[in-house]
């Protein structure tokens, strides 16, 4: 079965530093990855999904994610928080045919000011 | 442009009522999906629908009913609710052809007491 891991529950940074919010997969098959936000009371967003081609995708509000298939990792990454920044961060892989995504706990990302 | 909307946002019931909670969307999706969101599990999978009267369970299906019997509406139903399902719920849908990105309407919170 596909799955994603986010190792880290939560994340600090200080703003202006780059962040990054780690994922990892297990998957057979190529992978579909997805990275959602999640700001307070409201559904997810989403921001960048990986399906083939470059390693390195691009997203909204600034963010990006490289994905590196020998470490099987889709890490998130921006290069300067900002405050506004701060959410909740949700990694997803594509389970088979069927559409359905599978995703991973979150990771809570707080930049200080 | 509606997008995907859900109806009651927030709803407080009594344990062993029924509620159902509505989920419409406006772009003609094929796909249709019902999450629950609780601290510590990430989103969970309930009920997905592929087309209009078809569904099938994702992977916490028990105490739920869904209906589709058009393709623009996915309602869930708790038929006697539990104070376990006190949660906040998540519609998303799909397009058919693509890669299998989905979106989320804004969420129910539920209340059971």
């Known amino acids: 079965a596909q799955s994603v891991a986010q190792p880290e529950d939560q994340v600090n940074v200080a703003e202006g530093n780059p962040l990054t919010v780690k994922c990892t997969y297990s998957?057979?098959?190529?992978?579909?990855l997805f990275w959602y936000v999640q700001y307070p009371n409201r559904g997810l967003q989403f921001l960048l999904k990986?399906?083939?081609?470059?390693?390195l995708v691009k997203g909204s509000y600034g963010f990006e994610a490289e994905f590196n298939k020998s470490k099987t990792s889709f890490h998130l990454k921006k290069p300067s928080a900002l405050v506004s920044d701060s959410a909740l961060f949700f990694c997803?892989?594509?389970?088979?045919?069927?559409?359905?995504?599978?995703f991973g706990q979150g990771t809570r990302l707080t930049i200080n000011p | 442009d509606a997008g995907i909307t859900q109806s009651p946002r927030y709803k407080i019931t009594e344990t062993g009522r029924q509620v159902t909670l509505m989920c419409h969307q406006t772009?003609?999706?094929?796909?249709m999906f019902w999450y629950r969101q609780d601290l510590g599990h990430g989103l969970r999978l309930i009920y997905y629908?592929?087309?209009?009267?078809?569904?099938d369970k994702g992977e916490v299906p028990d105490g739920y009913v869904v209906s589709r019997s058009k393709t623009e509406n996915f309602p869930l139903t708790l038929e006697s609710a539990t104070r376990s399902q006190t949660s906040v719920y998540f519609c998303?849908?799909?397009?058919?052809?693509?890669?299998?990105?989905?979106?989320f309407g804004p969420g129910t919170r539920l209340l059971v007491l």
């Open positions: 998957v057979s098959g190529n992978p579909y």
């Open positions: 772009w003609s999706h094929s796909y």
């Open positions: 990986y399906i083939t081609g470059d390693n």
């Open positions: 997803a892989v594509r389970d088979g045919g069927a559409q359905k995504l599978v």
């Open positions: 629908s592929a087309a209009a009267d078809i569904t």
């Open positions: 998303a849908s799909s397009a058919d052809r693509g890669h299998g990105t989905q979106y």
